[in-house]
């Protein structure tokens, strides 16, 4: 609710007690009880995060406080949008090993410094504290938060642990269990278990923050204490055993070859977690290996990719209302995040089961994605079953998620001609079909595009916005605006068969199963590009979209591409004939019904050039997508494999990969891939210009 | 309407949940989950926004506890806007009719242009209450300090404390007779004589009447299906028995009065959750929005009588509609009469038919008439599709103007008996 009262009232503002106008990144004052406020409002941003000054000024700001001690510091943010995102990324591009030690260091000697203060030193948090923000706030003696306060270690997501002191100062808060638990997966803790867990002495309302700091200075906030199991693993075989379990559930989800970066801290734990001084130094040391190593490298590219894509999906959309035609998995998974998101939906279907169905799972996505009872209750609220279709007149946008037929699709759009807004954008979700085709039944060619979203919509952040011959400039920045509503990563990309994503996926898939007809296992297949470093093998792929599916898309690609494709397994097409579908159907080259395949076979007998037929086809395919205009660069269409099919982010995305790896290499393998396997294996032109 | 000081009340839209059968436990929704279910689709076939809603005005008679003011709590879950108010109205069974009442006053006295008027019921939720000897006893527990003080008050525990009182049990008996509503239908058939088989041949062709408008697609524009958090759809009215016949209504025992009295479970109304809204417009406001009308309302009247007879209600609040605007019987084309209990309709049909009942206690000359059957309750009612009491009143205004549309109806009247002595009645007149 945004009523003109509450705007007018405004929101509520930050306590921020005597500080004046910024002095570089921070604001400080003494109230009149001598308590020193510093408060982070770092320069030309709206999100605090932790540079080399905002230290090196923070340093300045202590030196003065110890000589003339305050009655207590309050540390917090100026800034809406919480304490501090973590250690500025671009930062760390500058650093070279030793003088990252340094820099580190020194940093390590500023928060030494706050900790060891002679007066109460109380954090503030509202919003999150990541990464180095959380370890300013665990140098202090307290820590209060503002509901909806959350903290977290996200360093490992950049393939690094924390560096400026989480290492040790958060398992001597809150025991090392469920400190390493934390600094391991890099998972959050909101308000609630930051409380529960220690993090927090305190939960207060905004309102009353000037209250509880003065409550916090006469001693009558009690202050965490850790618990009694922390003293176990001051004991070496203690630590040791512990550690054993974390490995091993560790290199499930980050093998070590991969991501050294937790398995780094898991050592780093087990040789000093009795010894906070060796502790502080090796983690330093540690830190600035894990800093030039390549994955932390790629995965730094990674970050800074999603925030490209998170930029070209600002803005406004446009958007309130959204009518979603066609309730099957993907129509229902859009309409519920959209709703989820705060759009107004209704979902036509002319199946009223089938609507009956989607608020059934809608209802499990908000339980997935653990909202409250009350987000939950509006999120489907907002979501209307509407098998009557009267949402169409209403919508703002209208996204088309019928079966995959075109002569469907053309029914479908001749038939809302005279029923939309005039301003109303559609959109066909198509995956293999022409977007300039479809457009010709569209009631308006300017306002009608692709929007391919990848299935689970629900867990996959990456959307192709394809712009066709005739859509128009404001249509697709409507389009890519929407997808940064929902909270979808746009790429905006042209009609092309299987546009960027798809025309990617499909040699890769197909070649699998040619190998299959060669005789190498399916499980050989998988191994060999989970070893690479995909999240899931060609066949579990296969079977996790749908062999009919697939093999539409694929007979579509081969139809309509110039390049030469893998030809289509026989054994494919009975599958598909016998209804054994893949995971829908409990059945596909995998058997489902006990739940996700996890293949891991020995590779000795494999072919030499088993994952080289695998990954090559995807790198060719990026460059002729790049070559043919369907992407605008490299980065673009790194930033799709990633967040689309979660593309080996350690390798930095297959453009990238194909770079570091050497273009002429590259070329090199592919034709002799070609002159064993045939024309498929033909280098694209467009290499030509990326060597 | 002759003073133009008067503006004309237009009946523009409406559309409810089925009627869903209270089975053991809550059913899948709240009253106001219901009033969201049917209130999103009827305001997204609108060609007007949200904000051009006045008020808010919503009839429920179990309120629950995390839903105080359920119209408030329906408005803003229904997207409409923190600035348009919105109260609810208790006036037992006749709770969704009041609530198109007050509409059509206050529009008619020219303060509103469009307001959105419902009923919703969640009998099925109707809470179960402790004792008020447990209440205390469970005050003394957590007020008691120290283990000795507790002890004692927990000595203090009876068994019946356990035994809560059934809400919906209280609720349908009537605080100054102490008779319960099934109880003033046997009062009434025994005055005008209405055996056990009329009753149960009433109640049949309410069955057969719902199950034809059900097959035949007269309730398509104005029930709409509600789907529950399970992936359950919900979309017709479950309580009714397309075979309904007089073997079967013959088996069940007198519910209220056993052995001897003649009111059963199958020819009363059943105990059923659902909600129901109209959208209710001025003549400037369906001349500013475009908007083509279901039916005009002209006219309204409520009416109170002895508890113990409640059932003759419609008679005593839609009589003086009549003489009002001088119809005879003939003259009202089509009537909703809720079926609280197939005795107490026939009952009214009885009572109405009665010269001497009509003149000595409405004032008329002679019998009003006999109300013709092909223009009572033509598509089944409360026997067949249940009475979620709150709602009922708002149904029946709202399917009498959908099926004098459908037939080409002037004029109609719907109207009801009330627990606790009352009646209302509204006249509906074709646009």
């Known amino acids: ?691 | 309407m002759t003073d133009p000081k008067n503006q004309r009340v237009y009946l523009v839209d409406g559309a409810r949940t089925p009627f869903l059968k209270a089975r053991s436990g809550p059913g899948p929704f709240t009253p106001v989950d219901l009033a969201v279910q049917c209130g999103r689709p009827v305001l997204a076939r609108q060609t007007f926004d949200r904000t051009a809603f006045d008020l808010v005005i919503l009839g429920c008679v179990n309120v629950i506890a995390d839903e105080m003011n359920p119209a408030r709590v329906a408005a803003l879950r229904l997207g409409l806007p923190e600035e348009t108010v919105a109260f609810s109205v208790q006036i037992n069974c006749g709770s969704g009719m009041q609530s198109i009442d007050t509409a059509y006053r206050y529009i008619r006295d020219g303060s509103h242009q469009m307001i959105l008027a419902g009923g919703t019921e969640a009998l099925s939720h109707a809470p179960l209450t402790l004792r008020s000897s447990a209440v205390e006893w469970f005050g003394k527990m957590n007020t008691a300090k120290g283990p000795l003080d507790q002890a004692k008050a927990m000595s203090g525990i009876r068994p019946e404390f356990f035994n809560p009182v059934v809400g919906l049990e209280r609720g349908l008996t009537d605080p100054i007779t102490t008779l319960s509503m099934g109880q003033t239908a046997e009062v009434l058939a025994q005055h005008f004589n209405i055996d056990r088989k009329t009753a149960d041949a009433y109640a049949m062709q309410s069955h057969h009447r719902l199950a034809a408008a059900q097959s035949e697609g007269r309730l398509r524009d104005e029930l709409m299906p509600a789907f529950d958090r399970d992936g359950n759809v919900y979309d017709h009215d479950d309580g009714v028995r397309p075979d309904s016949d007089m073997e079967g209504l013959a088996k069940p025992k007198p519910v209220f009065e056993p052995p001897y009295g003649q009111v059963t479970a199958g020819n009363s109304s059943q105990i059923t959750d659902g909600a129901s809204w109209c959208i209710l417009a001025s003549q400037r406001a369906v001349d500013q929005h475009g908007l083509e009308p279901l039916a005009e309302i002209t006219d309204s009247q409520w009416a109170g009588l002895d508890p113990s007879i409640m059932g003759l209600g419609p008679v005593m609040a839609a009589t003086p509609i009549a003489q009002r605007h001088g119809f005879g019987v003939d003259d009202i084309d089509l009537w909703e009469l809720n079926e609280a209990f197939a005795a107490q309709v026939l009952s009214c049909l009885a009572a109405w038919n009665d010269d001497a009942f009509c003149r000595d206690v409405l004032g008329l000359d002679k019998a009003f008439g006999r109300i013709d059957r092909d223009r009572l309750n033509v598509d089944g009612g409360a026997i067949s599709l249940g009475h979620p009491v709150g709602t009922s009143g708002n149904r029946i205004v709202l399917h009498l103007a959908n099926a004098m549309k459908q037939r080409g109806a002037k004029r109609g009247i719907a109207t009801e008996c009330i627990g606790g002595g009352l009646g209302g009645a509204m006249l509906l007149e074709a646009v």
């Open chain 1, 1 to 691: 609710m945004t009523g003109h009262v509450l705007k007018y009232l405004g929101e509520t503002k930050l306590e921020l007690g005597p500080v004046g106008d910024a002095d570089g990144n921070w604001r400080t004052g003494r109230d009149d009880a001598d308590v020193l406020w510093l408060v982070l409002d770092k320069q030309n941003t709206n999100m605090n995060t932790i540079s080399k000054d905002v230290i090196r000024e923070l340093d300045q700001h202590i030196i003065a406080a110890e000589k003339n001690l305050p009655t207590a510091i309050v540390i917090r943010s100026a800034k809406k949008a919480g304490f501090a995102a973590g250690a500025d990324i671009s930062d760390f591009e500058a650093m070279t090993e030793d003088g990252a030690a340094d820099l580190l260091q020194q940093a390590h000697d500023v928060l030494d410094r706050i900790e060891a203060l002679n007066c109460p030193t109380i954090c503030i948090v509202h919003g999150a504290a990541l990464g180095a923000g959380f370890e300013i706030a665990l140098a202090c003696d307290y820590r209060i938060a503002i509901p909806g306060a959350s903290f977290g270690f996200p360093e490992v997501q950049l393939g690094l642990h924390p560096g400026l002191g989480g290492t040790f100062r958060l398992p001597a808060l809150i025991g090392p269990t469920d400190a390493m638990t934390m600094m391991l997966t890099g998972k959050t803790a909101h308000t609630k278990r930051a409380k529960s867990q220690g993090i927090v002495d305190a939960v207060v309302e905004e309102r009353h923050i000037a209250a509880a700091v003065t409550a916090a200075v006469e001693g009558k906030i009690d202050k965490h204490e850790p618990g009694v199991t922390s003293r176990a693993f001051g004991f070496d075989q203690a630590r040791s055993l512990a550690a054993r379990k974390m490995r091993s559930e560790t290199e499930k989800k980050a093998p070590k070859q991969h991501y050294p970066a937790p398995h780094a801290l898991i050592d780093l734990w087990v040789e000093h977690g009795d010894n906070r001084d060796a502790m502080q130094k090796a983690e330093i040391q540690s830190f600035a290996r894990l800093l030039r190593s390549d994955t932390s490298k790629n995965l730094r590219r990674v970050f800074f990719l999603r925030q490209n894509l998170k930029d070209e999906g600002r803005g406004d959309d446009g958007v309130s209302h959204v009518h979603v035609i066609g309730a099957g998995a993907m129509g229902t998974e859009i309409a519920a995040i959209a709703a989820i998101k705060g759009k107004i939906v209704t979902l036509g279907d002319i199946e009223t089961e089938a609507l009956g169905r989607a608020i059934g799972t809608a209802a499990k996505i908000c339980e997935d994605k653990h909202l409250s009872d009350i987000e939950m209750r509006d999120a489907l609220d907002r979501l209307m079953p509407d098998p009557r279709g009267y949402g169409l007149a209403q919508a703002d946008l209208v996204i088309e998620a019928a079966t995959e037929r075109e002569d469907l699709k053309e029914k479908i759009f001749k038939g809302l001609k005279g029923k939309l807004k005039k301003s109303a954008i559609l959109v066909s979700n198509t995956s293999s079909l022409s977007v300039d085709d479809l457009a010709t039944s569209a009631p308006s060619k300017t306002r009608f595009a692709g929007l391919h979203f990848f299935n689970p919509v629900s867990r996959i952040d990456l959307v192709e916005v394809v712009k066709g011959d005739a859509t128009s400039a404001e249509t697709a920045a409507s389009l890519a605006a929407f997808c940064g509503a929902i909270g979808k990563l746009p790429v905006t990309v042209a009609d092309y068969p299987g546009f960027v994503v798809n025309r990617a996926l499909v040699p890769y898939m197909l070649e699998a199963m040619v190998l299959m007809d060669e005789g190498v296992s399916k499980e050989v297949i998988d191994t060999a590009a989970l070893r690479f470093g995909m999240p899931m093998g060609p066949v579990t792929l296969a079977d996790q979209v749908g062999l009919d599916v697939g093999l539409h898309v694929a007979q579509s690609l081969s139809e309509n591409l110039k390049t030469s494709m893998p030809p289509i397994s026989d054994d494919l097409r009975e599958r598909v004939d016998a209804g054994d579908l893949g995971k829908k159907s409990g059945k596909g080259f995998y058997d489902w019904s006990d739940g996700t395949p996890h293949p891991d076979a020995d590779l000795d007998e494999a072919p030499d050039d088993l994952t080289d037929r695998l990954i090559l086809p995807m790198l060719n395919a990026c460059a002729e997508v790049l070559r043919e205009g369907v992407a605008q660069s490299p980065d673009q269409i790194d930033a799709a494999m990633i967040f689309a099919t979660g593309w080996a982010p350690f390798r930095g995305g297959p453009m990238h990969y194909a770079k570091q790896r050497g273009v002429d290499d590259v070329i090199a393998r592919l034709r002799e891939l070609q002159e064993a396997h045939g024309p498929r294996f033909t280098a694209d032109d467009g290499w030509s210009g990326l060597a």
